[in-house]
């Protein structure tokens, strides 16, 4: 019997409840944080290009932000967080940590979107 652990970091989008100790913040924009977690923001570009398009970054903001998160807590920069909850206030942002998700392969190797198991966990 094979068992698979899947140690990247989980993502969820939203934030319900407040988070807990261990949970990390992806912020989109320069919203107050709402507790003492560690905190990344991102801002998506204006104009027409989709958030993170080759011809205008060769990282979208959102990998990014997520590249700063993980660096953070691999140097002792910010305490050790088990989860991110991203923080986005419009469709584009939620579409765009979708995407870093998806599309990044940096990104995809350290995160990953959380579960619904794990998203039903938090109450959301």
Do not use: Y
């Not at 807990?20 to 104009?47: H, K, M, S, W």
């Not at 909850?85 to 990104?107: C, F, H, M, T």
């Amino acid at each position: 019997m094979t068992l698979f652990i899947d140690a990247r970091i989980p993502v969820t989008i939203g934030g319900g409840h407040p988070p807990a100790p261990t949970t990390a913040l992806l912020i989109e924009g320069d919203a107050t944080a709402p507790g003492p977690q560690p905190v990344a923001r991102f801002v998506l570009p204006e104009g027409g290009h989709p958030a993170g398009c080759a011809c205008c970054t060769p990282r979208g903001p959102v990998a990014e932000a997520l590249g700063r998160l993980f660096l953070a807590r691999a140097r002792g920069e910010c305490p050790w967080f088990n989860e991110v909850v991203a923080l986005v206030n419009s469709e584009a942002g939620r579409q765009a940590v979708r995407k870093a998700l998806q599309d990044d392969p940096l990104i995809s190797a350290r995160f990953r979107a959380a579960s619904a198991k794990q998203t039903a966990s938090r109450g959301e």
